[in-house]
């Protein structure tokens, strides 16, 4: 930093000098050109009275809030109140609002993997698909007309129940995932399983495709409903590239 004297300061009328000097505190920093003093210090001098402000004002308002917890605890038994709550409630635009509301919310949480509340799911959903991962590939296999599932087969996976369970998880929002209870859920091939028959020849490699975890999503039965079979959706093809690069498959 270049020197300049506070005379000089003065006269150009800047608001800092340096001196190059350290300050009773050791700081080695700019002036203030009116009071002298370091600009660290009054820094943090002025940083350490802000979090006392803040600090006593914290204690306030905690006292405040728990005035109002009382207050609540006991007005919210009262029978003309609860009366009162439940009419409110029961309005159909109130349903419609706190719906859309939740959604936000849920959809604010992120992956399930993250969140507390998702984690309730996650357990459900890990005790409930077991079987179902053992029907899933059978359904797979024969879908593709290859029969059902043979041992060999098994082997071409590569992968564990648990790892597809993880994985399935992972691309899932907590939203997606408890709408998929509610409503029922399905596996999902992105490429759908009539494309990939239609394109491959070799049969285990269309098994191979279909069940390779990158190509596998949860989905609500609502919603598999509304994309099945539709190739030409950006997702779909952009799976379909990224699949066809992985495995090598030329058209
Ligand atoms: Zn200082």
Sequence with gaps: ????????????????????????????????????????????????????????????????????????????????????????????????????????????????????????????WIKTSKGKFRRFIDNTSRRLRSGKLSKSKQALLGYSFEEYQERLLKGTSFSGLKEAYEFGYHVDHMVPLSYNSDTIFCKELQFQIAMDLDNLQLLAKTENHKKSGKVCLPEVQEAIKYLWTKYNVTL
Excluded at 91 to 102: Q, R, S, T, V
């Design 1 to 124: 930093m270049e020197i300049i004297t506070r005379q000089r300061a003065l006269k150009e009328g800047l608001k800092y000098y340096f001196t190059g000097k350290p300050c009773k505190h050791g700081h080695i920093s700019k002036r203030w050109t009116i009071g002298k003093s370091c600009i660290e210090c009054t820094q943090t001098s002025r940083r350490k009275k802000m979090k006392k402000e803040y600090d006593s004002k914290w204690i306030k308002n905690l006292d405040n809030r728990k005035k109002k917890e009382q207050y609540y605890a006991v007005y919210y038994k009262k029978p003309e109140v609860i009366e009162r709550r439940k009419e409110y409630n029961a309005k159909l635009e109130i349903k419609e609002k706190k719906k859309i509301y939740n959604k936000k919310y849920l959809d604010k949480l992120g992956p399930v993997e993250v969140t507390k509340r998702g984690n309730k799911y996650r357990r459900k």
